[in-house]
């Protein structure tokens, strides 16, 4: 019963949680990996999408589509280990 009641509390750190590791996970990784080179970075902006999606904005931001494809899978898989899916 305890849980029930701390319903709400528990919902919003989980949604604060997964945005975190959804959408500030990529800059933090990338800053904290000091990558310098610029194709990389833009080839992991489109992680939080399909594949088919990460390929077309890739190439609109001219960043390398095989890196864009792991990284998308990748990120699939993890939040599907770690997280409800």
Known sequence: MRLKS???QIYL?????QNFFVFD???FAVRFLNVAQNIVRLSVIP?????PLAIAITNMF?????IACVVV???GELFV???DA
């Not at 750190?13 to 949680?17: E, Q, V």
């Open 6 to 8: 701390n319903e709400y």
């Open 13 to 17: 750190a989980k949604s604060f949680a």
């Open 25 to 27: 996970s990529t800059a």
């Open 47 to 51: 992680r939080n999408v399909t594949t």
């Open 62 to 66: 001219k960043g390398n589509v095989p």
């Open 73 to 75: 899978v990748l990120t």
């Open 81 to 83: 280990t770690f997280f």
